[in-house]
Structure formats: structure tokens, C-alpha cells
């Protein structure tokens, strides 16, 4: 065998990671992006010199690692969560990291790993099933009803029958936009640290990447008396800052602590903390796009209504519709819509 014929197969990779797929949402150079539910609003400009400004002065200071424990960050983070979350909290209840994928992988190497398990209820975020897969965590598919809303008993008895370690309840969910209400929160944590009740039970992870678009309050204040519950969050979407990759949770101090033991010492770049401290600055300005796309949103999923499609009720950036059933089903109508999206632009540039 020549060594440009060596693939994947040929190397020594763990046995669970062979013929995997690595995550894959296009990143097409087309004019409409909407794919990954970013904010499609660039950041204004005053933002953007505040952050030259900033990271030009972390410049300076690059000869030295950063804050390893970010703290100036955590601590307006917090105040961040204390005024929009109707909870407070502080920087001891706070970490951060590159995006929430990272925050839910320093979660999955603390309390999964081999041997162990976390469930979620699918459809729901592919990465929590692959940050799974990469720490070696084991995976369960838990059950929703078929409005996409979470099946509170049959979850509660799939939790009891699997004893998971992790349960991961995404709210609102990604990529059906539905929210979960607090009390099915509640009786999953119950649920979970019952099924654990020989330990000391079991994480549960409300992930809120998208709750700044909800219609319903966040759930942090939730955090309230349960050590075992985890808040996470992302400045990817409402902040407007997905290049920036800053995620963050809310949980007890304990879970701060714990965390300590799997991070990367310096994992926070002195140019990420900095740019993540000048959008903080900018809260307000880049939250009034937020109303602008709720409202967006809400008119997309109206006027969808209006044509016939099926929509399940959006509490996120983005909306679920369907549904296709003529040839190629789904993927058929996405590259359609994409075809249609790239000549209008085409159209009006050149009509202009
Ligand atoms: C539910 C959910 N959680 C987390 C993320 C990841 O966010 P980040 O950019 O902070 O890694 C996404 C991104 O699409 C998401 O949909």
C-alpha cells in the first residue's frame, strides 16, 4: 500500500470512531445563509471599533498567557444572566469556553466518559450525540411525542430504565424550535437523580443556545437548590458573535470547580475574552436585533401557515416546516430553496 492510499480505516483510531461522520452543515458562499441559525445582522459598527480597540490593547499583554480563569468575563457574563435571566448569579456560577460545544465537551469529559451514559431527546442537536461519541460517553435516544414537545413520561421512564448519567433537555430545541416548560424540567431532574439515587446522581443540561428568541422566560432560575443542573449557553446567536466562539454555562460553584479538572489551562484566548467583553459592552444594541428577528419569525411562520406547510411553533432563530413528500423529500425542497434564494439575490443585484 502506497502511503497516499492510507485512509481513516488504515490509522489506529478508536474502534467507535470508525466509519463516523464528522459534523458537516454546509458552509456554502451563497448570498441567503441561514443553515447554522446564525444571526444574519453584522455587527455594528461601533461594536467593531470597540473590539478593535480592545483587542488592540490585548495585543500588548500577548507575550503573557491570558486570564486563565477569565474573570473580568465571567463576572459580566453573570451580570449578563443576573439581568436577563430574573436570577442571580455569579462569577463563581460561571464558566466559559470556545462556543457551547466546547462548554458541553468540558461537561461530557467531567461526568460521562467510558462507561458512561447521557440521553437526549431526538430529533434534538446532533453534536451532543458526537461531543458523546468523541469523549467515549455512551448514547441514548430518548422519545418525543410527535408534535416534537418532549414526551414527559415515556422521557421519565426511558431516564428510570437507562440510569444516564448525563440527560441533555434543549430548550428551545434545535431543529424543531420548540421550548420545554419548567416543570417538565423538573420532573426530569427528579426523574434522573432518582434513577442515580446510588450515586450522587445525574448532570442535567438545559441547553439555552437559543432562548434570547424564546417566548418563554429562561429557565435559570431553575439552578435554585439543584447542584446537578447546568445552564449552558452561547453569544453564537443573540450576540450576533458566532465567529467570536464564546459559549458559557450558569450552574453551582461545585460544577465550576469540577470543570477545572478537564480544561485546557489558557483554553480562553486573551483576543476571545477581550472580543467577548466588547460585545458584552454592546448588550442592548446587538438585543434589539433579537426583537427584530422574533418578529421575522413570527411572520415567517405565519405566512408558511398561510401556503399550507405544516410549522411547528418556533421559540428559536429559525423555523421547522414541512412537509416534503414529493421526490428527494427534504433535501430536494432545501436545494430549491437555496437555487431560489441565490438567483433573487442575483436578480436584484443586477436589477439595482
Ligand atoms: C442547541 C445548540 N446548542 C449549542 C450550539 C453551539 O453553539 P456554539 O456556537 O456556542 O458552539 C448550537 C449551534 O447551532 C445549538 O443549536
Redesign the pocket.
Known sequence: MSTTDIGIDDLPIREELRGKSPYGAPQLDVPVQLN??ENPYPLPEPLVERITERVREAARGLNRYPDRDAVELRTELAGYLTRTGKYPVGPENVWAAN????V?QQLLQTFGGPGRTAIGFEPS?S?HTLIARGTGTGWVSGPRHDDFTIDEKAAADAIAGHRPDVVFI?SP??PTGTAVAPETVLALYDAAQQARADTAGALVVV?E??VEFSHRPSLLPLLEGRPNLVV?R????AFGA?GL???YLAAHRAVVDALQLVRLPYHLSAVTQATALAALEHTDALLTYVEQLKEERDRLVTGLRDIGYEVTDSDANFVQFGRFDGEGGAHAAWQKILDRACWSATTAYRAG
Not at 462556543?99 to 466546547?102: F, P
Not at 452561547?234 to 446567536?237: D, V
Open positions: 447554522t441559525n462556543g457551547s460545544n466546547e458541553i442537536y453534536m434543549t430545541n434545535n441547553d443556545a437559543y449552558s452561547t453569544m453564537s446567536k458566532a466562539r464564546l459559549g
